[in-house]
C-alpha cells in the first residue's frame, strides 16, 4: 500500500515566476541601502563552512512577499500555515567562496546558545521558504543541492523552493565561482491538527522529484 506524503515527507516543491521582477529588484535594492552583517552556521561565523552576509526585511515588504507564497505552501503540503512570531525575513547574497556545507535547518540547542551571546538571529520554523532574487545567469556555481532526494536546482528569479525544516532534509549551497547568488528566507509554522486548515489553489505548479 502506498502512503500518502505528510508535510513533513513531502519532496521540495518548487515553482517558477512566484515573485515579480520588480519584487525581486525591490528587494535587492534594501538589501544594498541596509548593513549587511556575516551569517553564522549553528551560531559561528566560520568562511570555511558558509560564505554569506544577511539583512532583515522590514515587515510590510515581507508581508507582500508571504501573500504570494502561503497559497502554494499551503496547498502543496496540505495545511494551513502561519507567520512565525517575532521572526524577521532575511535576504542572503552568497559570494565568492564555499556557498554553504551540507546541513538541515532544525534549530539546535548549541545555535540557540551561540546566538544569545553574538546577536545572530534565530530562525526556527517548520517549513524553508526560498525566495531566488537572482538568476542562474548572475553568478557561477551556487547550486541548492539536496541529499535525498537527490536534487541540484538553479532556479530563475522570482522562483520559489520550499521543503520541511527538518533534519531528514540535508542540503547546501555548492560554492560560489562568480558573481553573487541572492535569496530570500522566510520559515512558516505548520498549524497543528484541530485546527481550521485554508485550501489552497487547485492550480499549483510542482516541479517535485
Same mark, same amino acid.
Given at each position: 500500500?502506498?502512503?500518502?506524503?505528510?508535510?513533513n515527507?513531502?519532496?521540495?516543491?518548487?515553482?517558477?515566476?512566484?515573485?515579480?521582477?520588480? %519584487?525581486?529588484?525591490? %528587494?535587492?535594492?534594501?538589501?544594498?541601502?541596509?548593513?549587511?552583517?556575516?551569517?553564522?552556521?549553528?551560531?559561528?561565523?566560520?568562511?570555511?563552512?558558509?560564505?554569506?552576509?544577511?539583512?532583515?526585511?522590514? $515587515?510590510?515588504?515581507?508581508?507582500?512577499?508571504?501573500?504570494?507564497?502561503?497559497?502554494?505552501?499551503?496547498?502543496?503540503?496540505?495545511?494551513?500555515? *502561519?507567520?512565525?512570531?517575532?521572526?524577521?525575513?532575511l535576504?542572503?547574497?552568497?559570494? +565568492?567562496?564555499?556557498?554553504?556545507?551540507?546541513?538541515?535547518?532544525?534549530?539546535?540547542?548549541?545555535?540557540?546558545? =551561540?546566538?544569545?551571546?553574538n546577536g545572530?538571529?534565530?530562525?526556527?520554523?517548520?517549513?524553508?521558504? %526560498?525566495?531566488?532574487?537572482?538568476? &542562474?545567469?548572475?553568478?557561477?556555481?551556487?547550486?541548492?543541492?539536496?541529499?535525498?532526494?537527490?536534487?541540484?536546482?538553479?532556479?530563475?528569479?522570482?522562483?520559489?523552493?520550499?521543503?520541511?525544516?527538518? =533534519?531528514?532534509?540535508?542540503?547546501?549551497? *555548492?560554492?560560489?565561482?562568480?558573481?553573487?547568488?541572492?535569496?530570500? +528566507?522566510? *520559515?512558516?509554522?505548520?498549524? *497543528? &491538527?484541530?485546527?481550521?486548515?485554508?485550501?489552497?489553489?487547485?492550480?499549483? +505548479? $510542482?516541479?517535485?522529484?
Amino acid at each position: 500500500m502506498t502512503l500518502t506524503p505528510t508535510w513533513n515527507t513531502r519532496a521540495p516543491l518548487c515553482v517558477d515566476n512566484v515573485l515579480p521582477k520588480a %519584487l525581486c529588484l525591490e %528587494l535587492l535594492r534594501h538589501f544594498d541601502s541596509s548593513v549587511q552583517r556575516p551569517r553564522s552556521y549553528q551560531g559561528i561565523v566560520n568562511e570555511s563552512l558558509r560564505k554569506c552576509e544577511y539583512a532583515a526585511v522590514p $515587515q510590510p515588504l515581507a508581508d507582500r512577499v508571504t501573500d504570494t507564497v502561503t497559497p502554494h505552501l499551503d496547498g502543496y503540503f496540505k495545511v494551513e500555515t *502561519r507567520a512565525v512570531p517575532g521572526q524577521p525575513a532575511l535576504i542572503y547574497r552568497y559570494g +565568492l567562496g564555499v556557498g554553504f556545507v551540507t546541513h538541515h535547518d532544525e534549530v539546535t540547542a548549541e545555535e540557540t546558545d =551561540r546566538a544569545a551571546a553574538n546577536g545572530q538571529p534565530i530562525i526556527g520554523g517548520d517549513l524553508t521558504t %526560498l525566495l531566488f532574487l537572482s538568476g &542562474p545567469d548572475e553568478y557561477g556555481g551556487g547550486d541548492l543541492y539536496f541529499i535525498e532526494p537527490p536534487l541540484e536546482l538553479r532556479p530563475a528569479r522570482g522562483a520559489l523552493v520550499a521543503f520541511p525544516a527538518t =533534519r531528514q532534509y540535508l542540503h547546501g549551497v *555548492r560554492p560560489i565561482t562568480s558573481g553573487a547568488r541572492y535569496t530570500l +528566507l522566510i *520559515r512558516r509554522a505548520v498549524c *497543528r &491538527p484541530g485546527q481550521p486548515q485554508r485550501p489552497g489553489p487547485s492550480h499549483i +505548479l $510542482q516541479q517535485s522529484k
